[in-house]
């Protein structure tokens, strides 16, 4: 059957189809029909013979036994007509247990930059035991583009085979090139014998040494082991790259400057190879010429500065010399970008992540940079959404959790925020360029709603390590710390803060009525002689926040108006996470404005809304004001509730001269006429080692009308107010005499 050479064409199409679907059986009579009119494709259009060429490449692979010859030869055809294309080497130098040398020697000299023919390449020399060869090739892959994850696992592979070669080998090996192999593959078995090998000079046994303090010891040691011993001591190129590695592994940014200088210019080689033993010349100074481990330096530098020293020329530098070298190198990228968001230009910083994305920027590096993007944006669900994707391709960062955290804390999620919190610094190291002090930040906010206060001390002292004395960051601590330590009523350790943050000028406007309260409060602490008095015209007129009620309520109290203040001091505690303390502060500020119809409603309100919160004193005024409102089955209720709950303070700790709990309950009783209930606290009134008058002459009255048989009583009461000076009124002096007198005729005649 004769076939035009558009039917030609469009059978190679269909047989291209249904070997890509596996469909053998159908492919038969196509195939013949092709061969059969092969001819009238001619040499007039090599792009159609190249199409049937390349088909039956492909076709030949379908078999198990693969013919390569066969396959070669439509290689070279395609050679031939000119028509060869990457892919096409690609495909038969995947057959690495067979396909000719020269085949590879031709299409990585065509294709210089392709990191596939080299790492099949790289495999054929792996099979073929050739690992010198091997390893030469994918680290000048790697070079070109240093995130082929796949040429840098295989060249470990490769490594650690040549290594396991040389070590089993029954011929004495180099030192230098098993300290190599064994640095390159982290062998720290080899590492350790080669401590002992007498053939290394002194510079690369540190390096023995250092890599194993590496891998065994932990940060803290490895920087004191610079300071003191390894940074005086003359070091190889290879071990300052490897310590300096480690330091930004570890984000201890302040030992790369020491560690690192800066690097050489890269020399390129000629591009002029005309034969394979030139190119592979090419290659190794290629992989030499420092192209990919200057910009690593420069990475590494700029880093230093950016998360450490904070100098933005040094930053500049390192972009503007390391982008000369490779102006899509996504690392350095992605620097630039952080230091365009530190500077809040946000868009031109979003333009530069997405631009090191597209040339190579991790997944990871990019979500985190959505999730930067998100948190600045205020969507918050949308930094957890991000943080969930982060975590599902990368173990957590100290980043990716203070996001995370950050986000639960502004959903006011506190209890999840807090376990995020507590992983984070307790499993990362803590530097001071980190996320570290702001995690001991909404640690210690979270710890203040939740009135653990031990723990907020701890970390606001952690926190403040992390900054200068006299920075914006020190002082927004210490300015947390002074309404943090007013609702704990230590008014002296708040003054302290205050004052200090007073004359340094950092002293926030809504905390000063807080300062002004505690000078007026406390009057044994001096007030500035700067600091203003309070005036009705510092009353927020229009109150909408918890600060505007609180600092409100705090004005009125000095300026005496305690009914408007502990009005206020209410709206505030319905404000606050603190609702207790402020409810507390009110009640006392009505109790000293003798505002008492107030006071019992701010006892009503702290018993209803926040139970957990009531104490001796709340329970004792509320029963007082109670006894002074006449309320008095309420009050004897109330008053046994305090006896009941605070036993302690109500017999051991209240005053012995003058017991008001007492009192209040006798009078209680003797209004509610329960005599049994008043002869009984009158009593516990006159066991104390000195009564007072009017008690004995109480239970003096009490024995006249319950007692009046009982001379001995009487007389005995009577006798103790002559014993112990108090003035016996003449009519008192004669009943006495009377009693005696009775006595003794009665009991003594």
């Known amino acids: 059957m004769s076939l035009t050479r558009q039917e030609v064409l469009q059978h190679i199409e269909e047989a291209h189809a249904l070997l890509i679907a596996k469909k053998y059986a159908e492919l038969n009579p196509i195939i013949t029909a092709i061969q059969d009119n092969l001819d009238v494709l001619g040499y007039k259009y090599p792009k159609d013979n190249a199409r049937y060429y390349r088909f039956f490449m492909l076709y030949m692979g379908a078999f198990e036994q693969v013919n390569i010859e066969v396959m070669h030869s439509y290689v070279e055809a395609l050679e031939q007509v000119g028509q060869v294309l990457a892919s096409d080497y690609e495909y038969i130098c995947s057959y690495h247990n067979t396909c000719p040398e020269s085949v590879y020697e031709k299409a990585l000299q065509a294709y210089p930059y392709n990191e596939t023919l080299h790492i099949h390449y790289a495999l054929k020399l792996q099979v073929e035991k050739r690992y010198t060869e091997a390893i030469a090739v994918l680290k000048y892959v790697l070079e070109c583009y240093p995130a082929t994850t796949e040429a840098r696992f295989l060249l470990w592979e490769i490594e650690s085979a040549q290594l396991d070669d040389l070590v089993t080998s029954s011929e004495e090996a180099d030192c230098y090139e098993l300290l190599d192999l064994a640095s390159a593959t982290h062998n720290l078995d080899v590492l350790k014998g080669l401590q002992l090998d007498t053939r290394l000079d002194k510079k690369s046994k540190h390096l023995t040494y250092i890599q194993v303090a590496i891998w065994e010891n932990r940060s803290v040691e490895i920087i004191e082991q610079w300071n003191s011993e390894w940074k005086s001591v003359e070091l190889t190129d290879l071990t300052r790259n490897v310590l300096a590695d480690y330091a930004k592994a570890f984000m201890i940014y302040e030992l790369v400057p020491q560690i690192l200088k800066a690097p050489q210019q890269p020399e390129f080689p000629q591009t002029d190879f005309t034969n394979f033993s030139e190119y592979k010349a090419y290659m190794q100074a290629l992989t030499n010429s420092g192209w ?73 590096n990019y979500l985190l940079y959505l999730i930067e993007l998100n948190n600045r944006i205020e969507s918050y669900q949308g930094v957890l959404d991000t943080v969930k994707q982060f975590h599902i391709r990368h173990t957590p960062t100290l980043k990716s959790l203070f996001f995370k955290a950050r986000a639960l804390f502004k959903f006011h999620r506190d209890d999840e925020a807090l376990v995020v919190l507590n992983e984070a610094l307790q499993d990362f190291p ?3 360029r980190s996320y570290a002090p702001w995690m001991h930040h909404y640690r210690m906010v979270i710890n203040k709603r939740k009135r653990n206060y031990t723990q907020y001390f701890i970390d606001q002292q952690a926190e403040i390590n992390y900054y200068v004395d006299g920075d914006d960051d020190y002082f927004n601590t210490t300015n947390l710390a002074v309404e943090t330590i007013f609702e704990q009523g230590e008014y002296e350790e708040c003054y302290k803060y205050a004052i200090y943050n007073h ?17 007026f409060y406390d009057f044994l602490l001096e007030k500035p002689e700067d600091l203003q008095d309070v005036t009705e015209a510092n009353i927020n007129q229009q109150p909408e926040t918890f600060e505007d009620f609180r600092n409100n309520g705090l004005i009125y109290w000095m300026l005496d108006n305690h009914t408007a203040a502990a009005e206020s001091l209410m709206v505030a505690a319905s404000k606050s996470v603190n609702k207790a303390i402020y409810l507390k ?146 009519e008192e002096q004669e009943e006495l005499k009377e009693m005696k007198m009775r006595i003794k005729a009665a009991h003594f005649a």
Not at 318 to 332: D, F, I, Q, S, V
Not at 503 to 519: A, D, T
Not at 707 to 729: D, K, P, T, V
């Open 292 to 364: 990919q481990l200057a910009q690593h330096h420069y990475l590494l530098l700029g880093n230093a500065a950016y998360f450490y020293s904070n100098n933005k020329n040094a930053i500049a530098i390192c972009l503007k010399r390391g982008l000369a070298l490779n102006e899509k190198n996504p690392l350095l990228l992605n620097l630039k970008a952080m230091t365009l968001k530190s500077e809040d230009k946000n868009q031109e910083a979003g333009a530069i992540y997405h631009e090191a994305f597209r040339n190579g920027l991790t997944m990871d």
């Open 430 to 432: 803590l530097h001071s």
């Open 503 to 519: 004359e340094q000028g950092k002293l926030v406007e809504e905390l000063y009525p807080i300062f002004q309260w505690i000078c």
């Open 585 to 730: 502060l009110a009640l006392t500020c009505a109790q000293e404005g003798f505002k008492n119809s107030l006071s019992l409603t701010i006892c009503e309100t702290i018993r209803k809304e926040v139970p957990e919160a009531r104490e001796f004193k709340t329970d004792y005024i509320y029963a007082n004001i109670l006894n002074d409102e006449q309320r008095h089955l309420e009050a004897y209720a109330a008053l046994l509730n305090v006896l009941k709950s605070y036993p302690e303070r109500a017999f051991i700790e209240f005053p012995k001269d003058f017991n008001y709990l007492l009192h209040t309950l006798k009078n209680n009783a003797k209004a509610l006429e329960d005599m049994s209930g008043y002869n009984k606290y009158v009593s516990m009134l006159l066991s104390r080692d000195n009564p007072i008058e009017n008690q004995l002459r109480e239970q003096q009255d009490l024995a006249k009308s319950q007692s009046e048989e009982n001379l001995f009583l009487q007389h005995n009461l009577m006798e103790n107010l002559a014993r112990l000076n108090f003035e016996l009124y003449p």
